[in-house]
């Protein structure tokens, strides 16, 4: 069984232009969520989306933006990019949407420079 | 503030010694606890996870947590260390009941250095 897959796994992007990351869960996963972790702030929660439905979203601006298809595959999109987006953008699949009954499996990243 | 706390940024250990990382909690109720491993240049991996119930709980890699909630802590052990446990440990939580779905809070991380 695939695991989840992350591409790009490496992007350079300079300040300003904007980027689009995917994420294809594990088959028959329908939570798709994302994070993002830096050196400075640690792992921060994005968002998440459950049967095409955003249902949770941490605390980033808008700038910062995600969809989920009907086939679960997700992306997320981050515009007007600042030297601070530099990061490794984590994605994570669940069978269900409540953790008490299914384990969160991450993706290796996709990691972003913006010079 | 809700928050986790991981107060060891950096361990060393030497291999075949025990390890032990420190999680402490701040929530309004027993959250749901978990342990996530990531290896250099990979994404997260769950290790162990409590609920409820026996607060000593059993994990893969042969990692251990024991749940104290008089201490709001949810500390992470091994009794032997291999090389291959070298990695950063991450704890996380999640407010029990519903509504929470999948938003873990994590830690700051621990980084495991193991020497031969």
């Known amino acids: 069984k695939a695991g989840v897959t992350q591409t790009p796994r490496y992007l350079i992007k300079t300040r300003g232009q904007q980027v689009t990351l995917s994420c294809s869960p594990i088959s028959g996963h329908r939570s798709v969520s994302w994070y993002q972790q830096t050196p400075g702030q640690g792992l921060q929660f994005l968002f998440e989306y459950f049967s095409e439905t955003q249902r949770n979203k941490g605390n980033f601006p808008g700038r910062f933006s995600g969809r989920q298809f009907s086939n679960s595959r997700s992306e997320m999109n981050v515009s007007t990019l600042e030297l601070g987006d530099s990061a490794l953008y984590l994605c994570?699949?669940?069978?269900?949407?409540?953790?008490?009954?299914?384990?969160?499996?991450f993706g290796e990243g996709s990691r972003l420079t913006v010079l | 503030a809700q928050s986790v706390t991981q107060p060891d940024i950096h361990i060393t250990v030497s291999e075949g010694a025990s390890l032990e990382l420190r999680c402490n909690y701040s929530y309004g109720a027993t959250p749901y606890l978990f342990w996530y491993v990531q290896s250099p240049g990979q994404g997260l991996q769950l290790l162990l996870k409590?609920?409820?119930?026996?607060?000593l709980v059993q994990g893969i890699k042969g990692f251990e947590a024991e749940f104290k909630r008089s201490q709001s802590s949810f500390n992470l052990r091994k009794p032997s260390v291999h090389w291959s446990d070298a990695a950063e440990y991450f704890c996380?939580?999640?407010?029990?009941?519903?509504?929470?779905?999948?938003?873990?809070?994590f830690g700051g991380g621990t980084r495991v250095l193991v020497k031969p």
């Open positions: 409590y609920f409820s119930g026996d607060t």
């Open positions: 994570a699949s669940s069978l269900s949407a409540a953790l008490k009954t299914g384990e969160l499996f």
């Open positions: 996380a939580v999640v407010p029990s009941g519903k509504a929470a779905g999948n938003k873990l809070t």
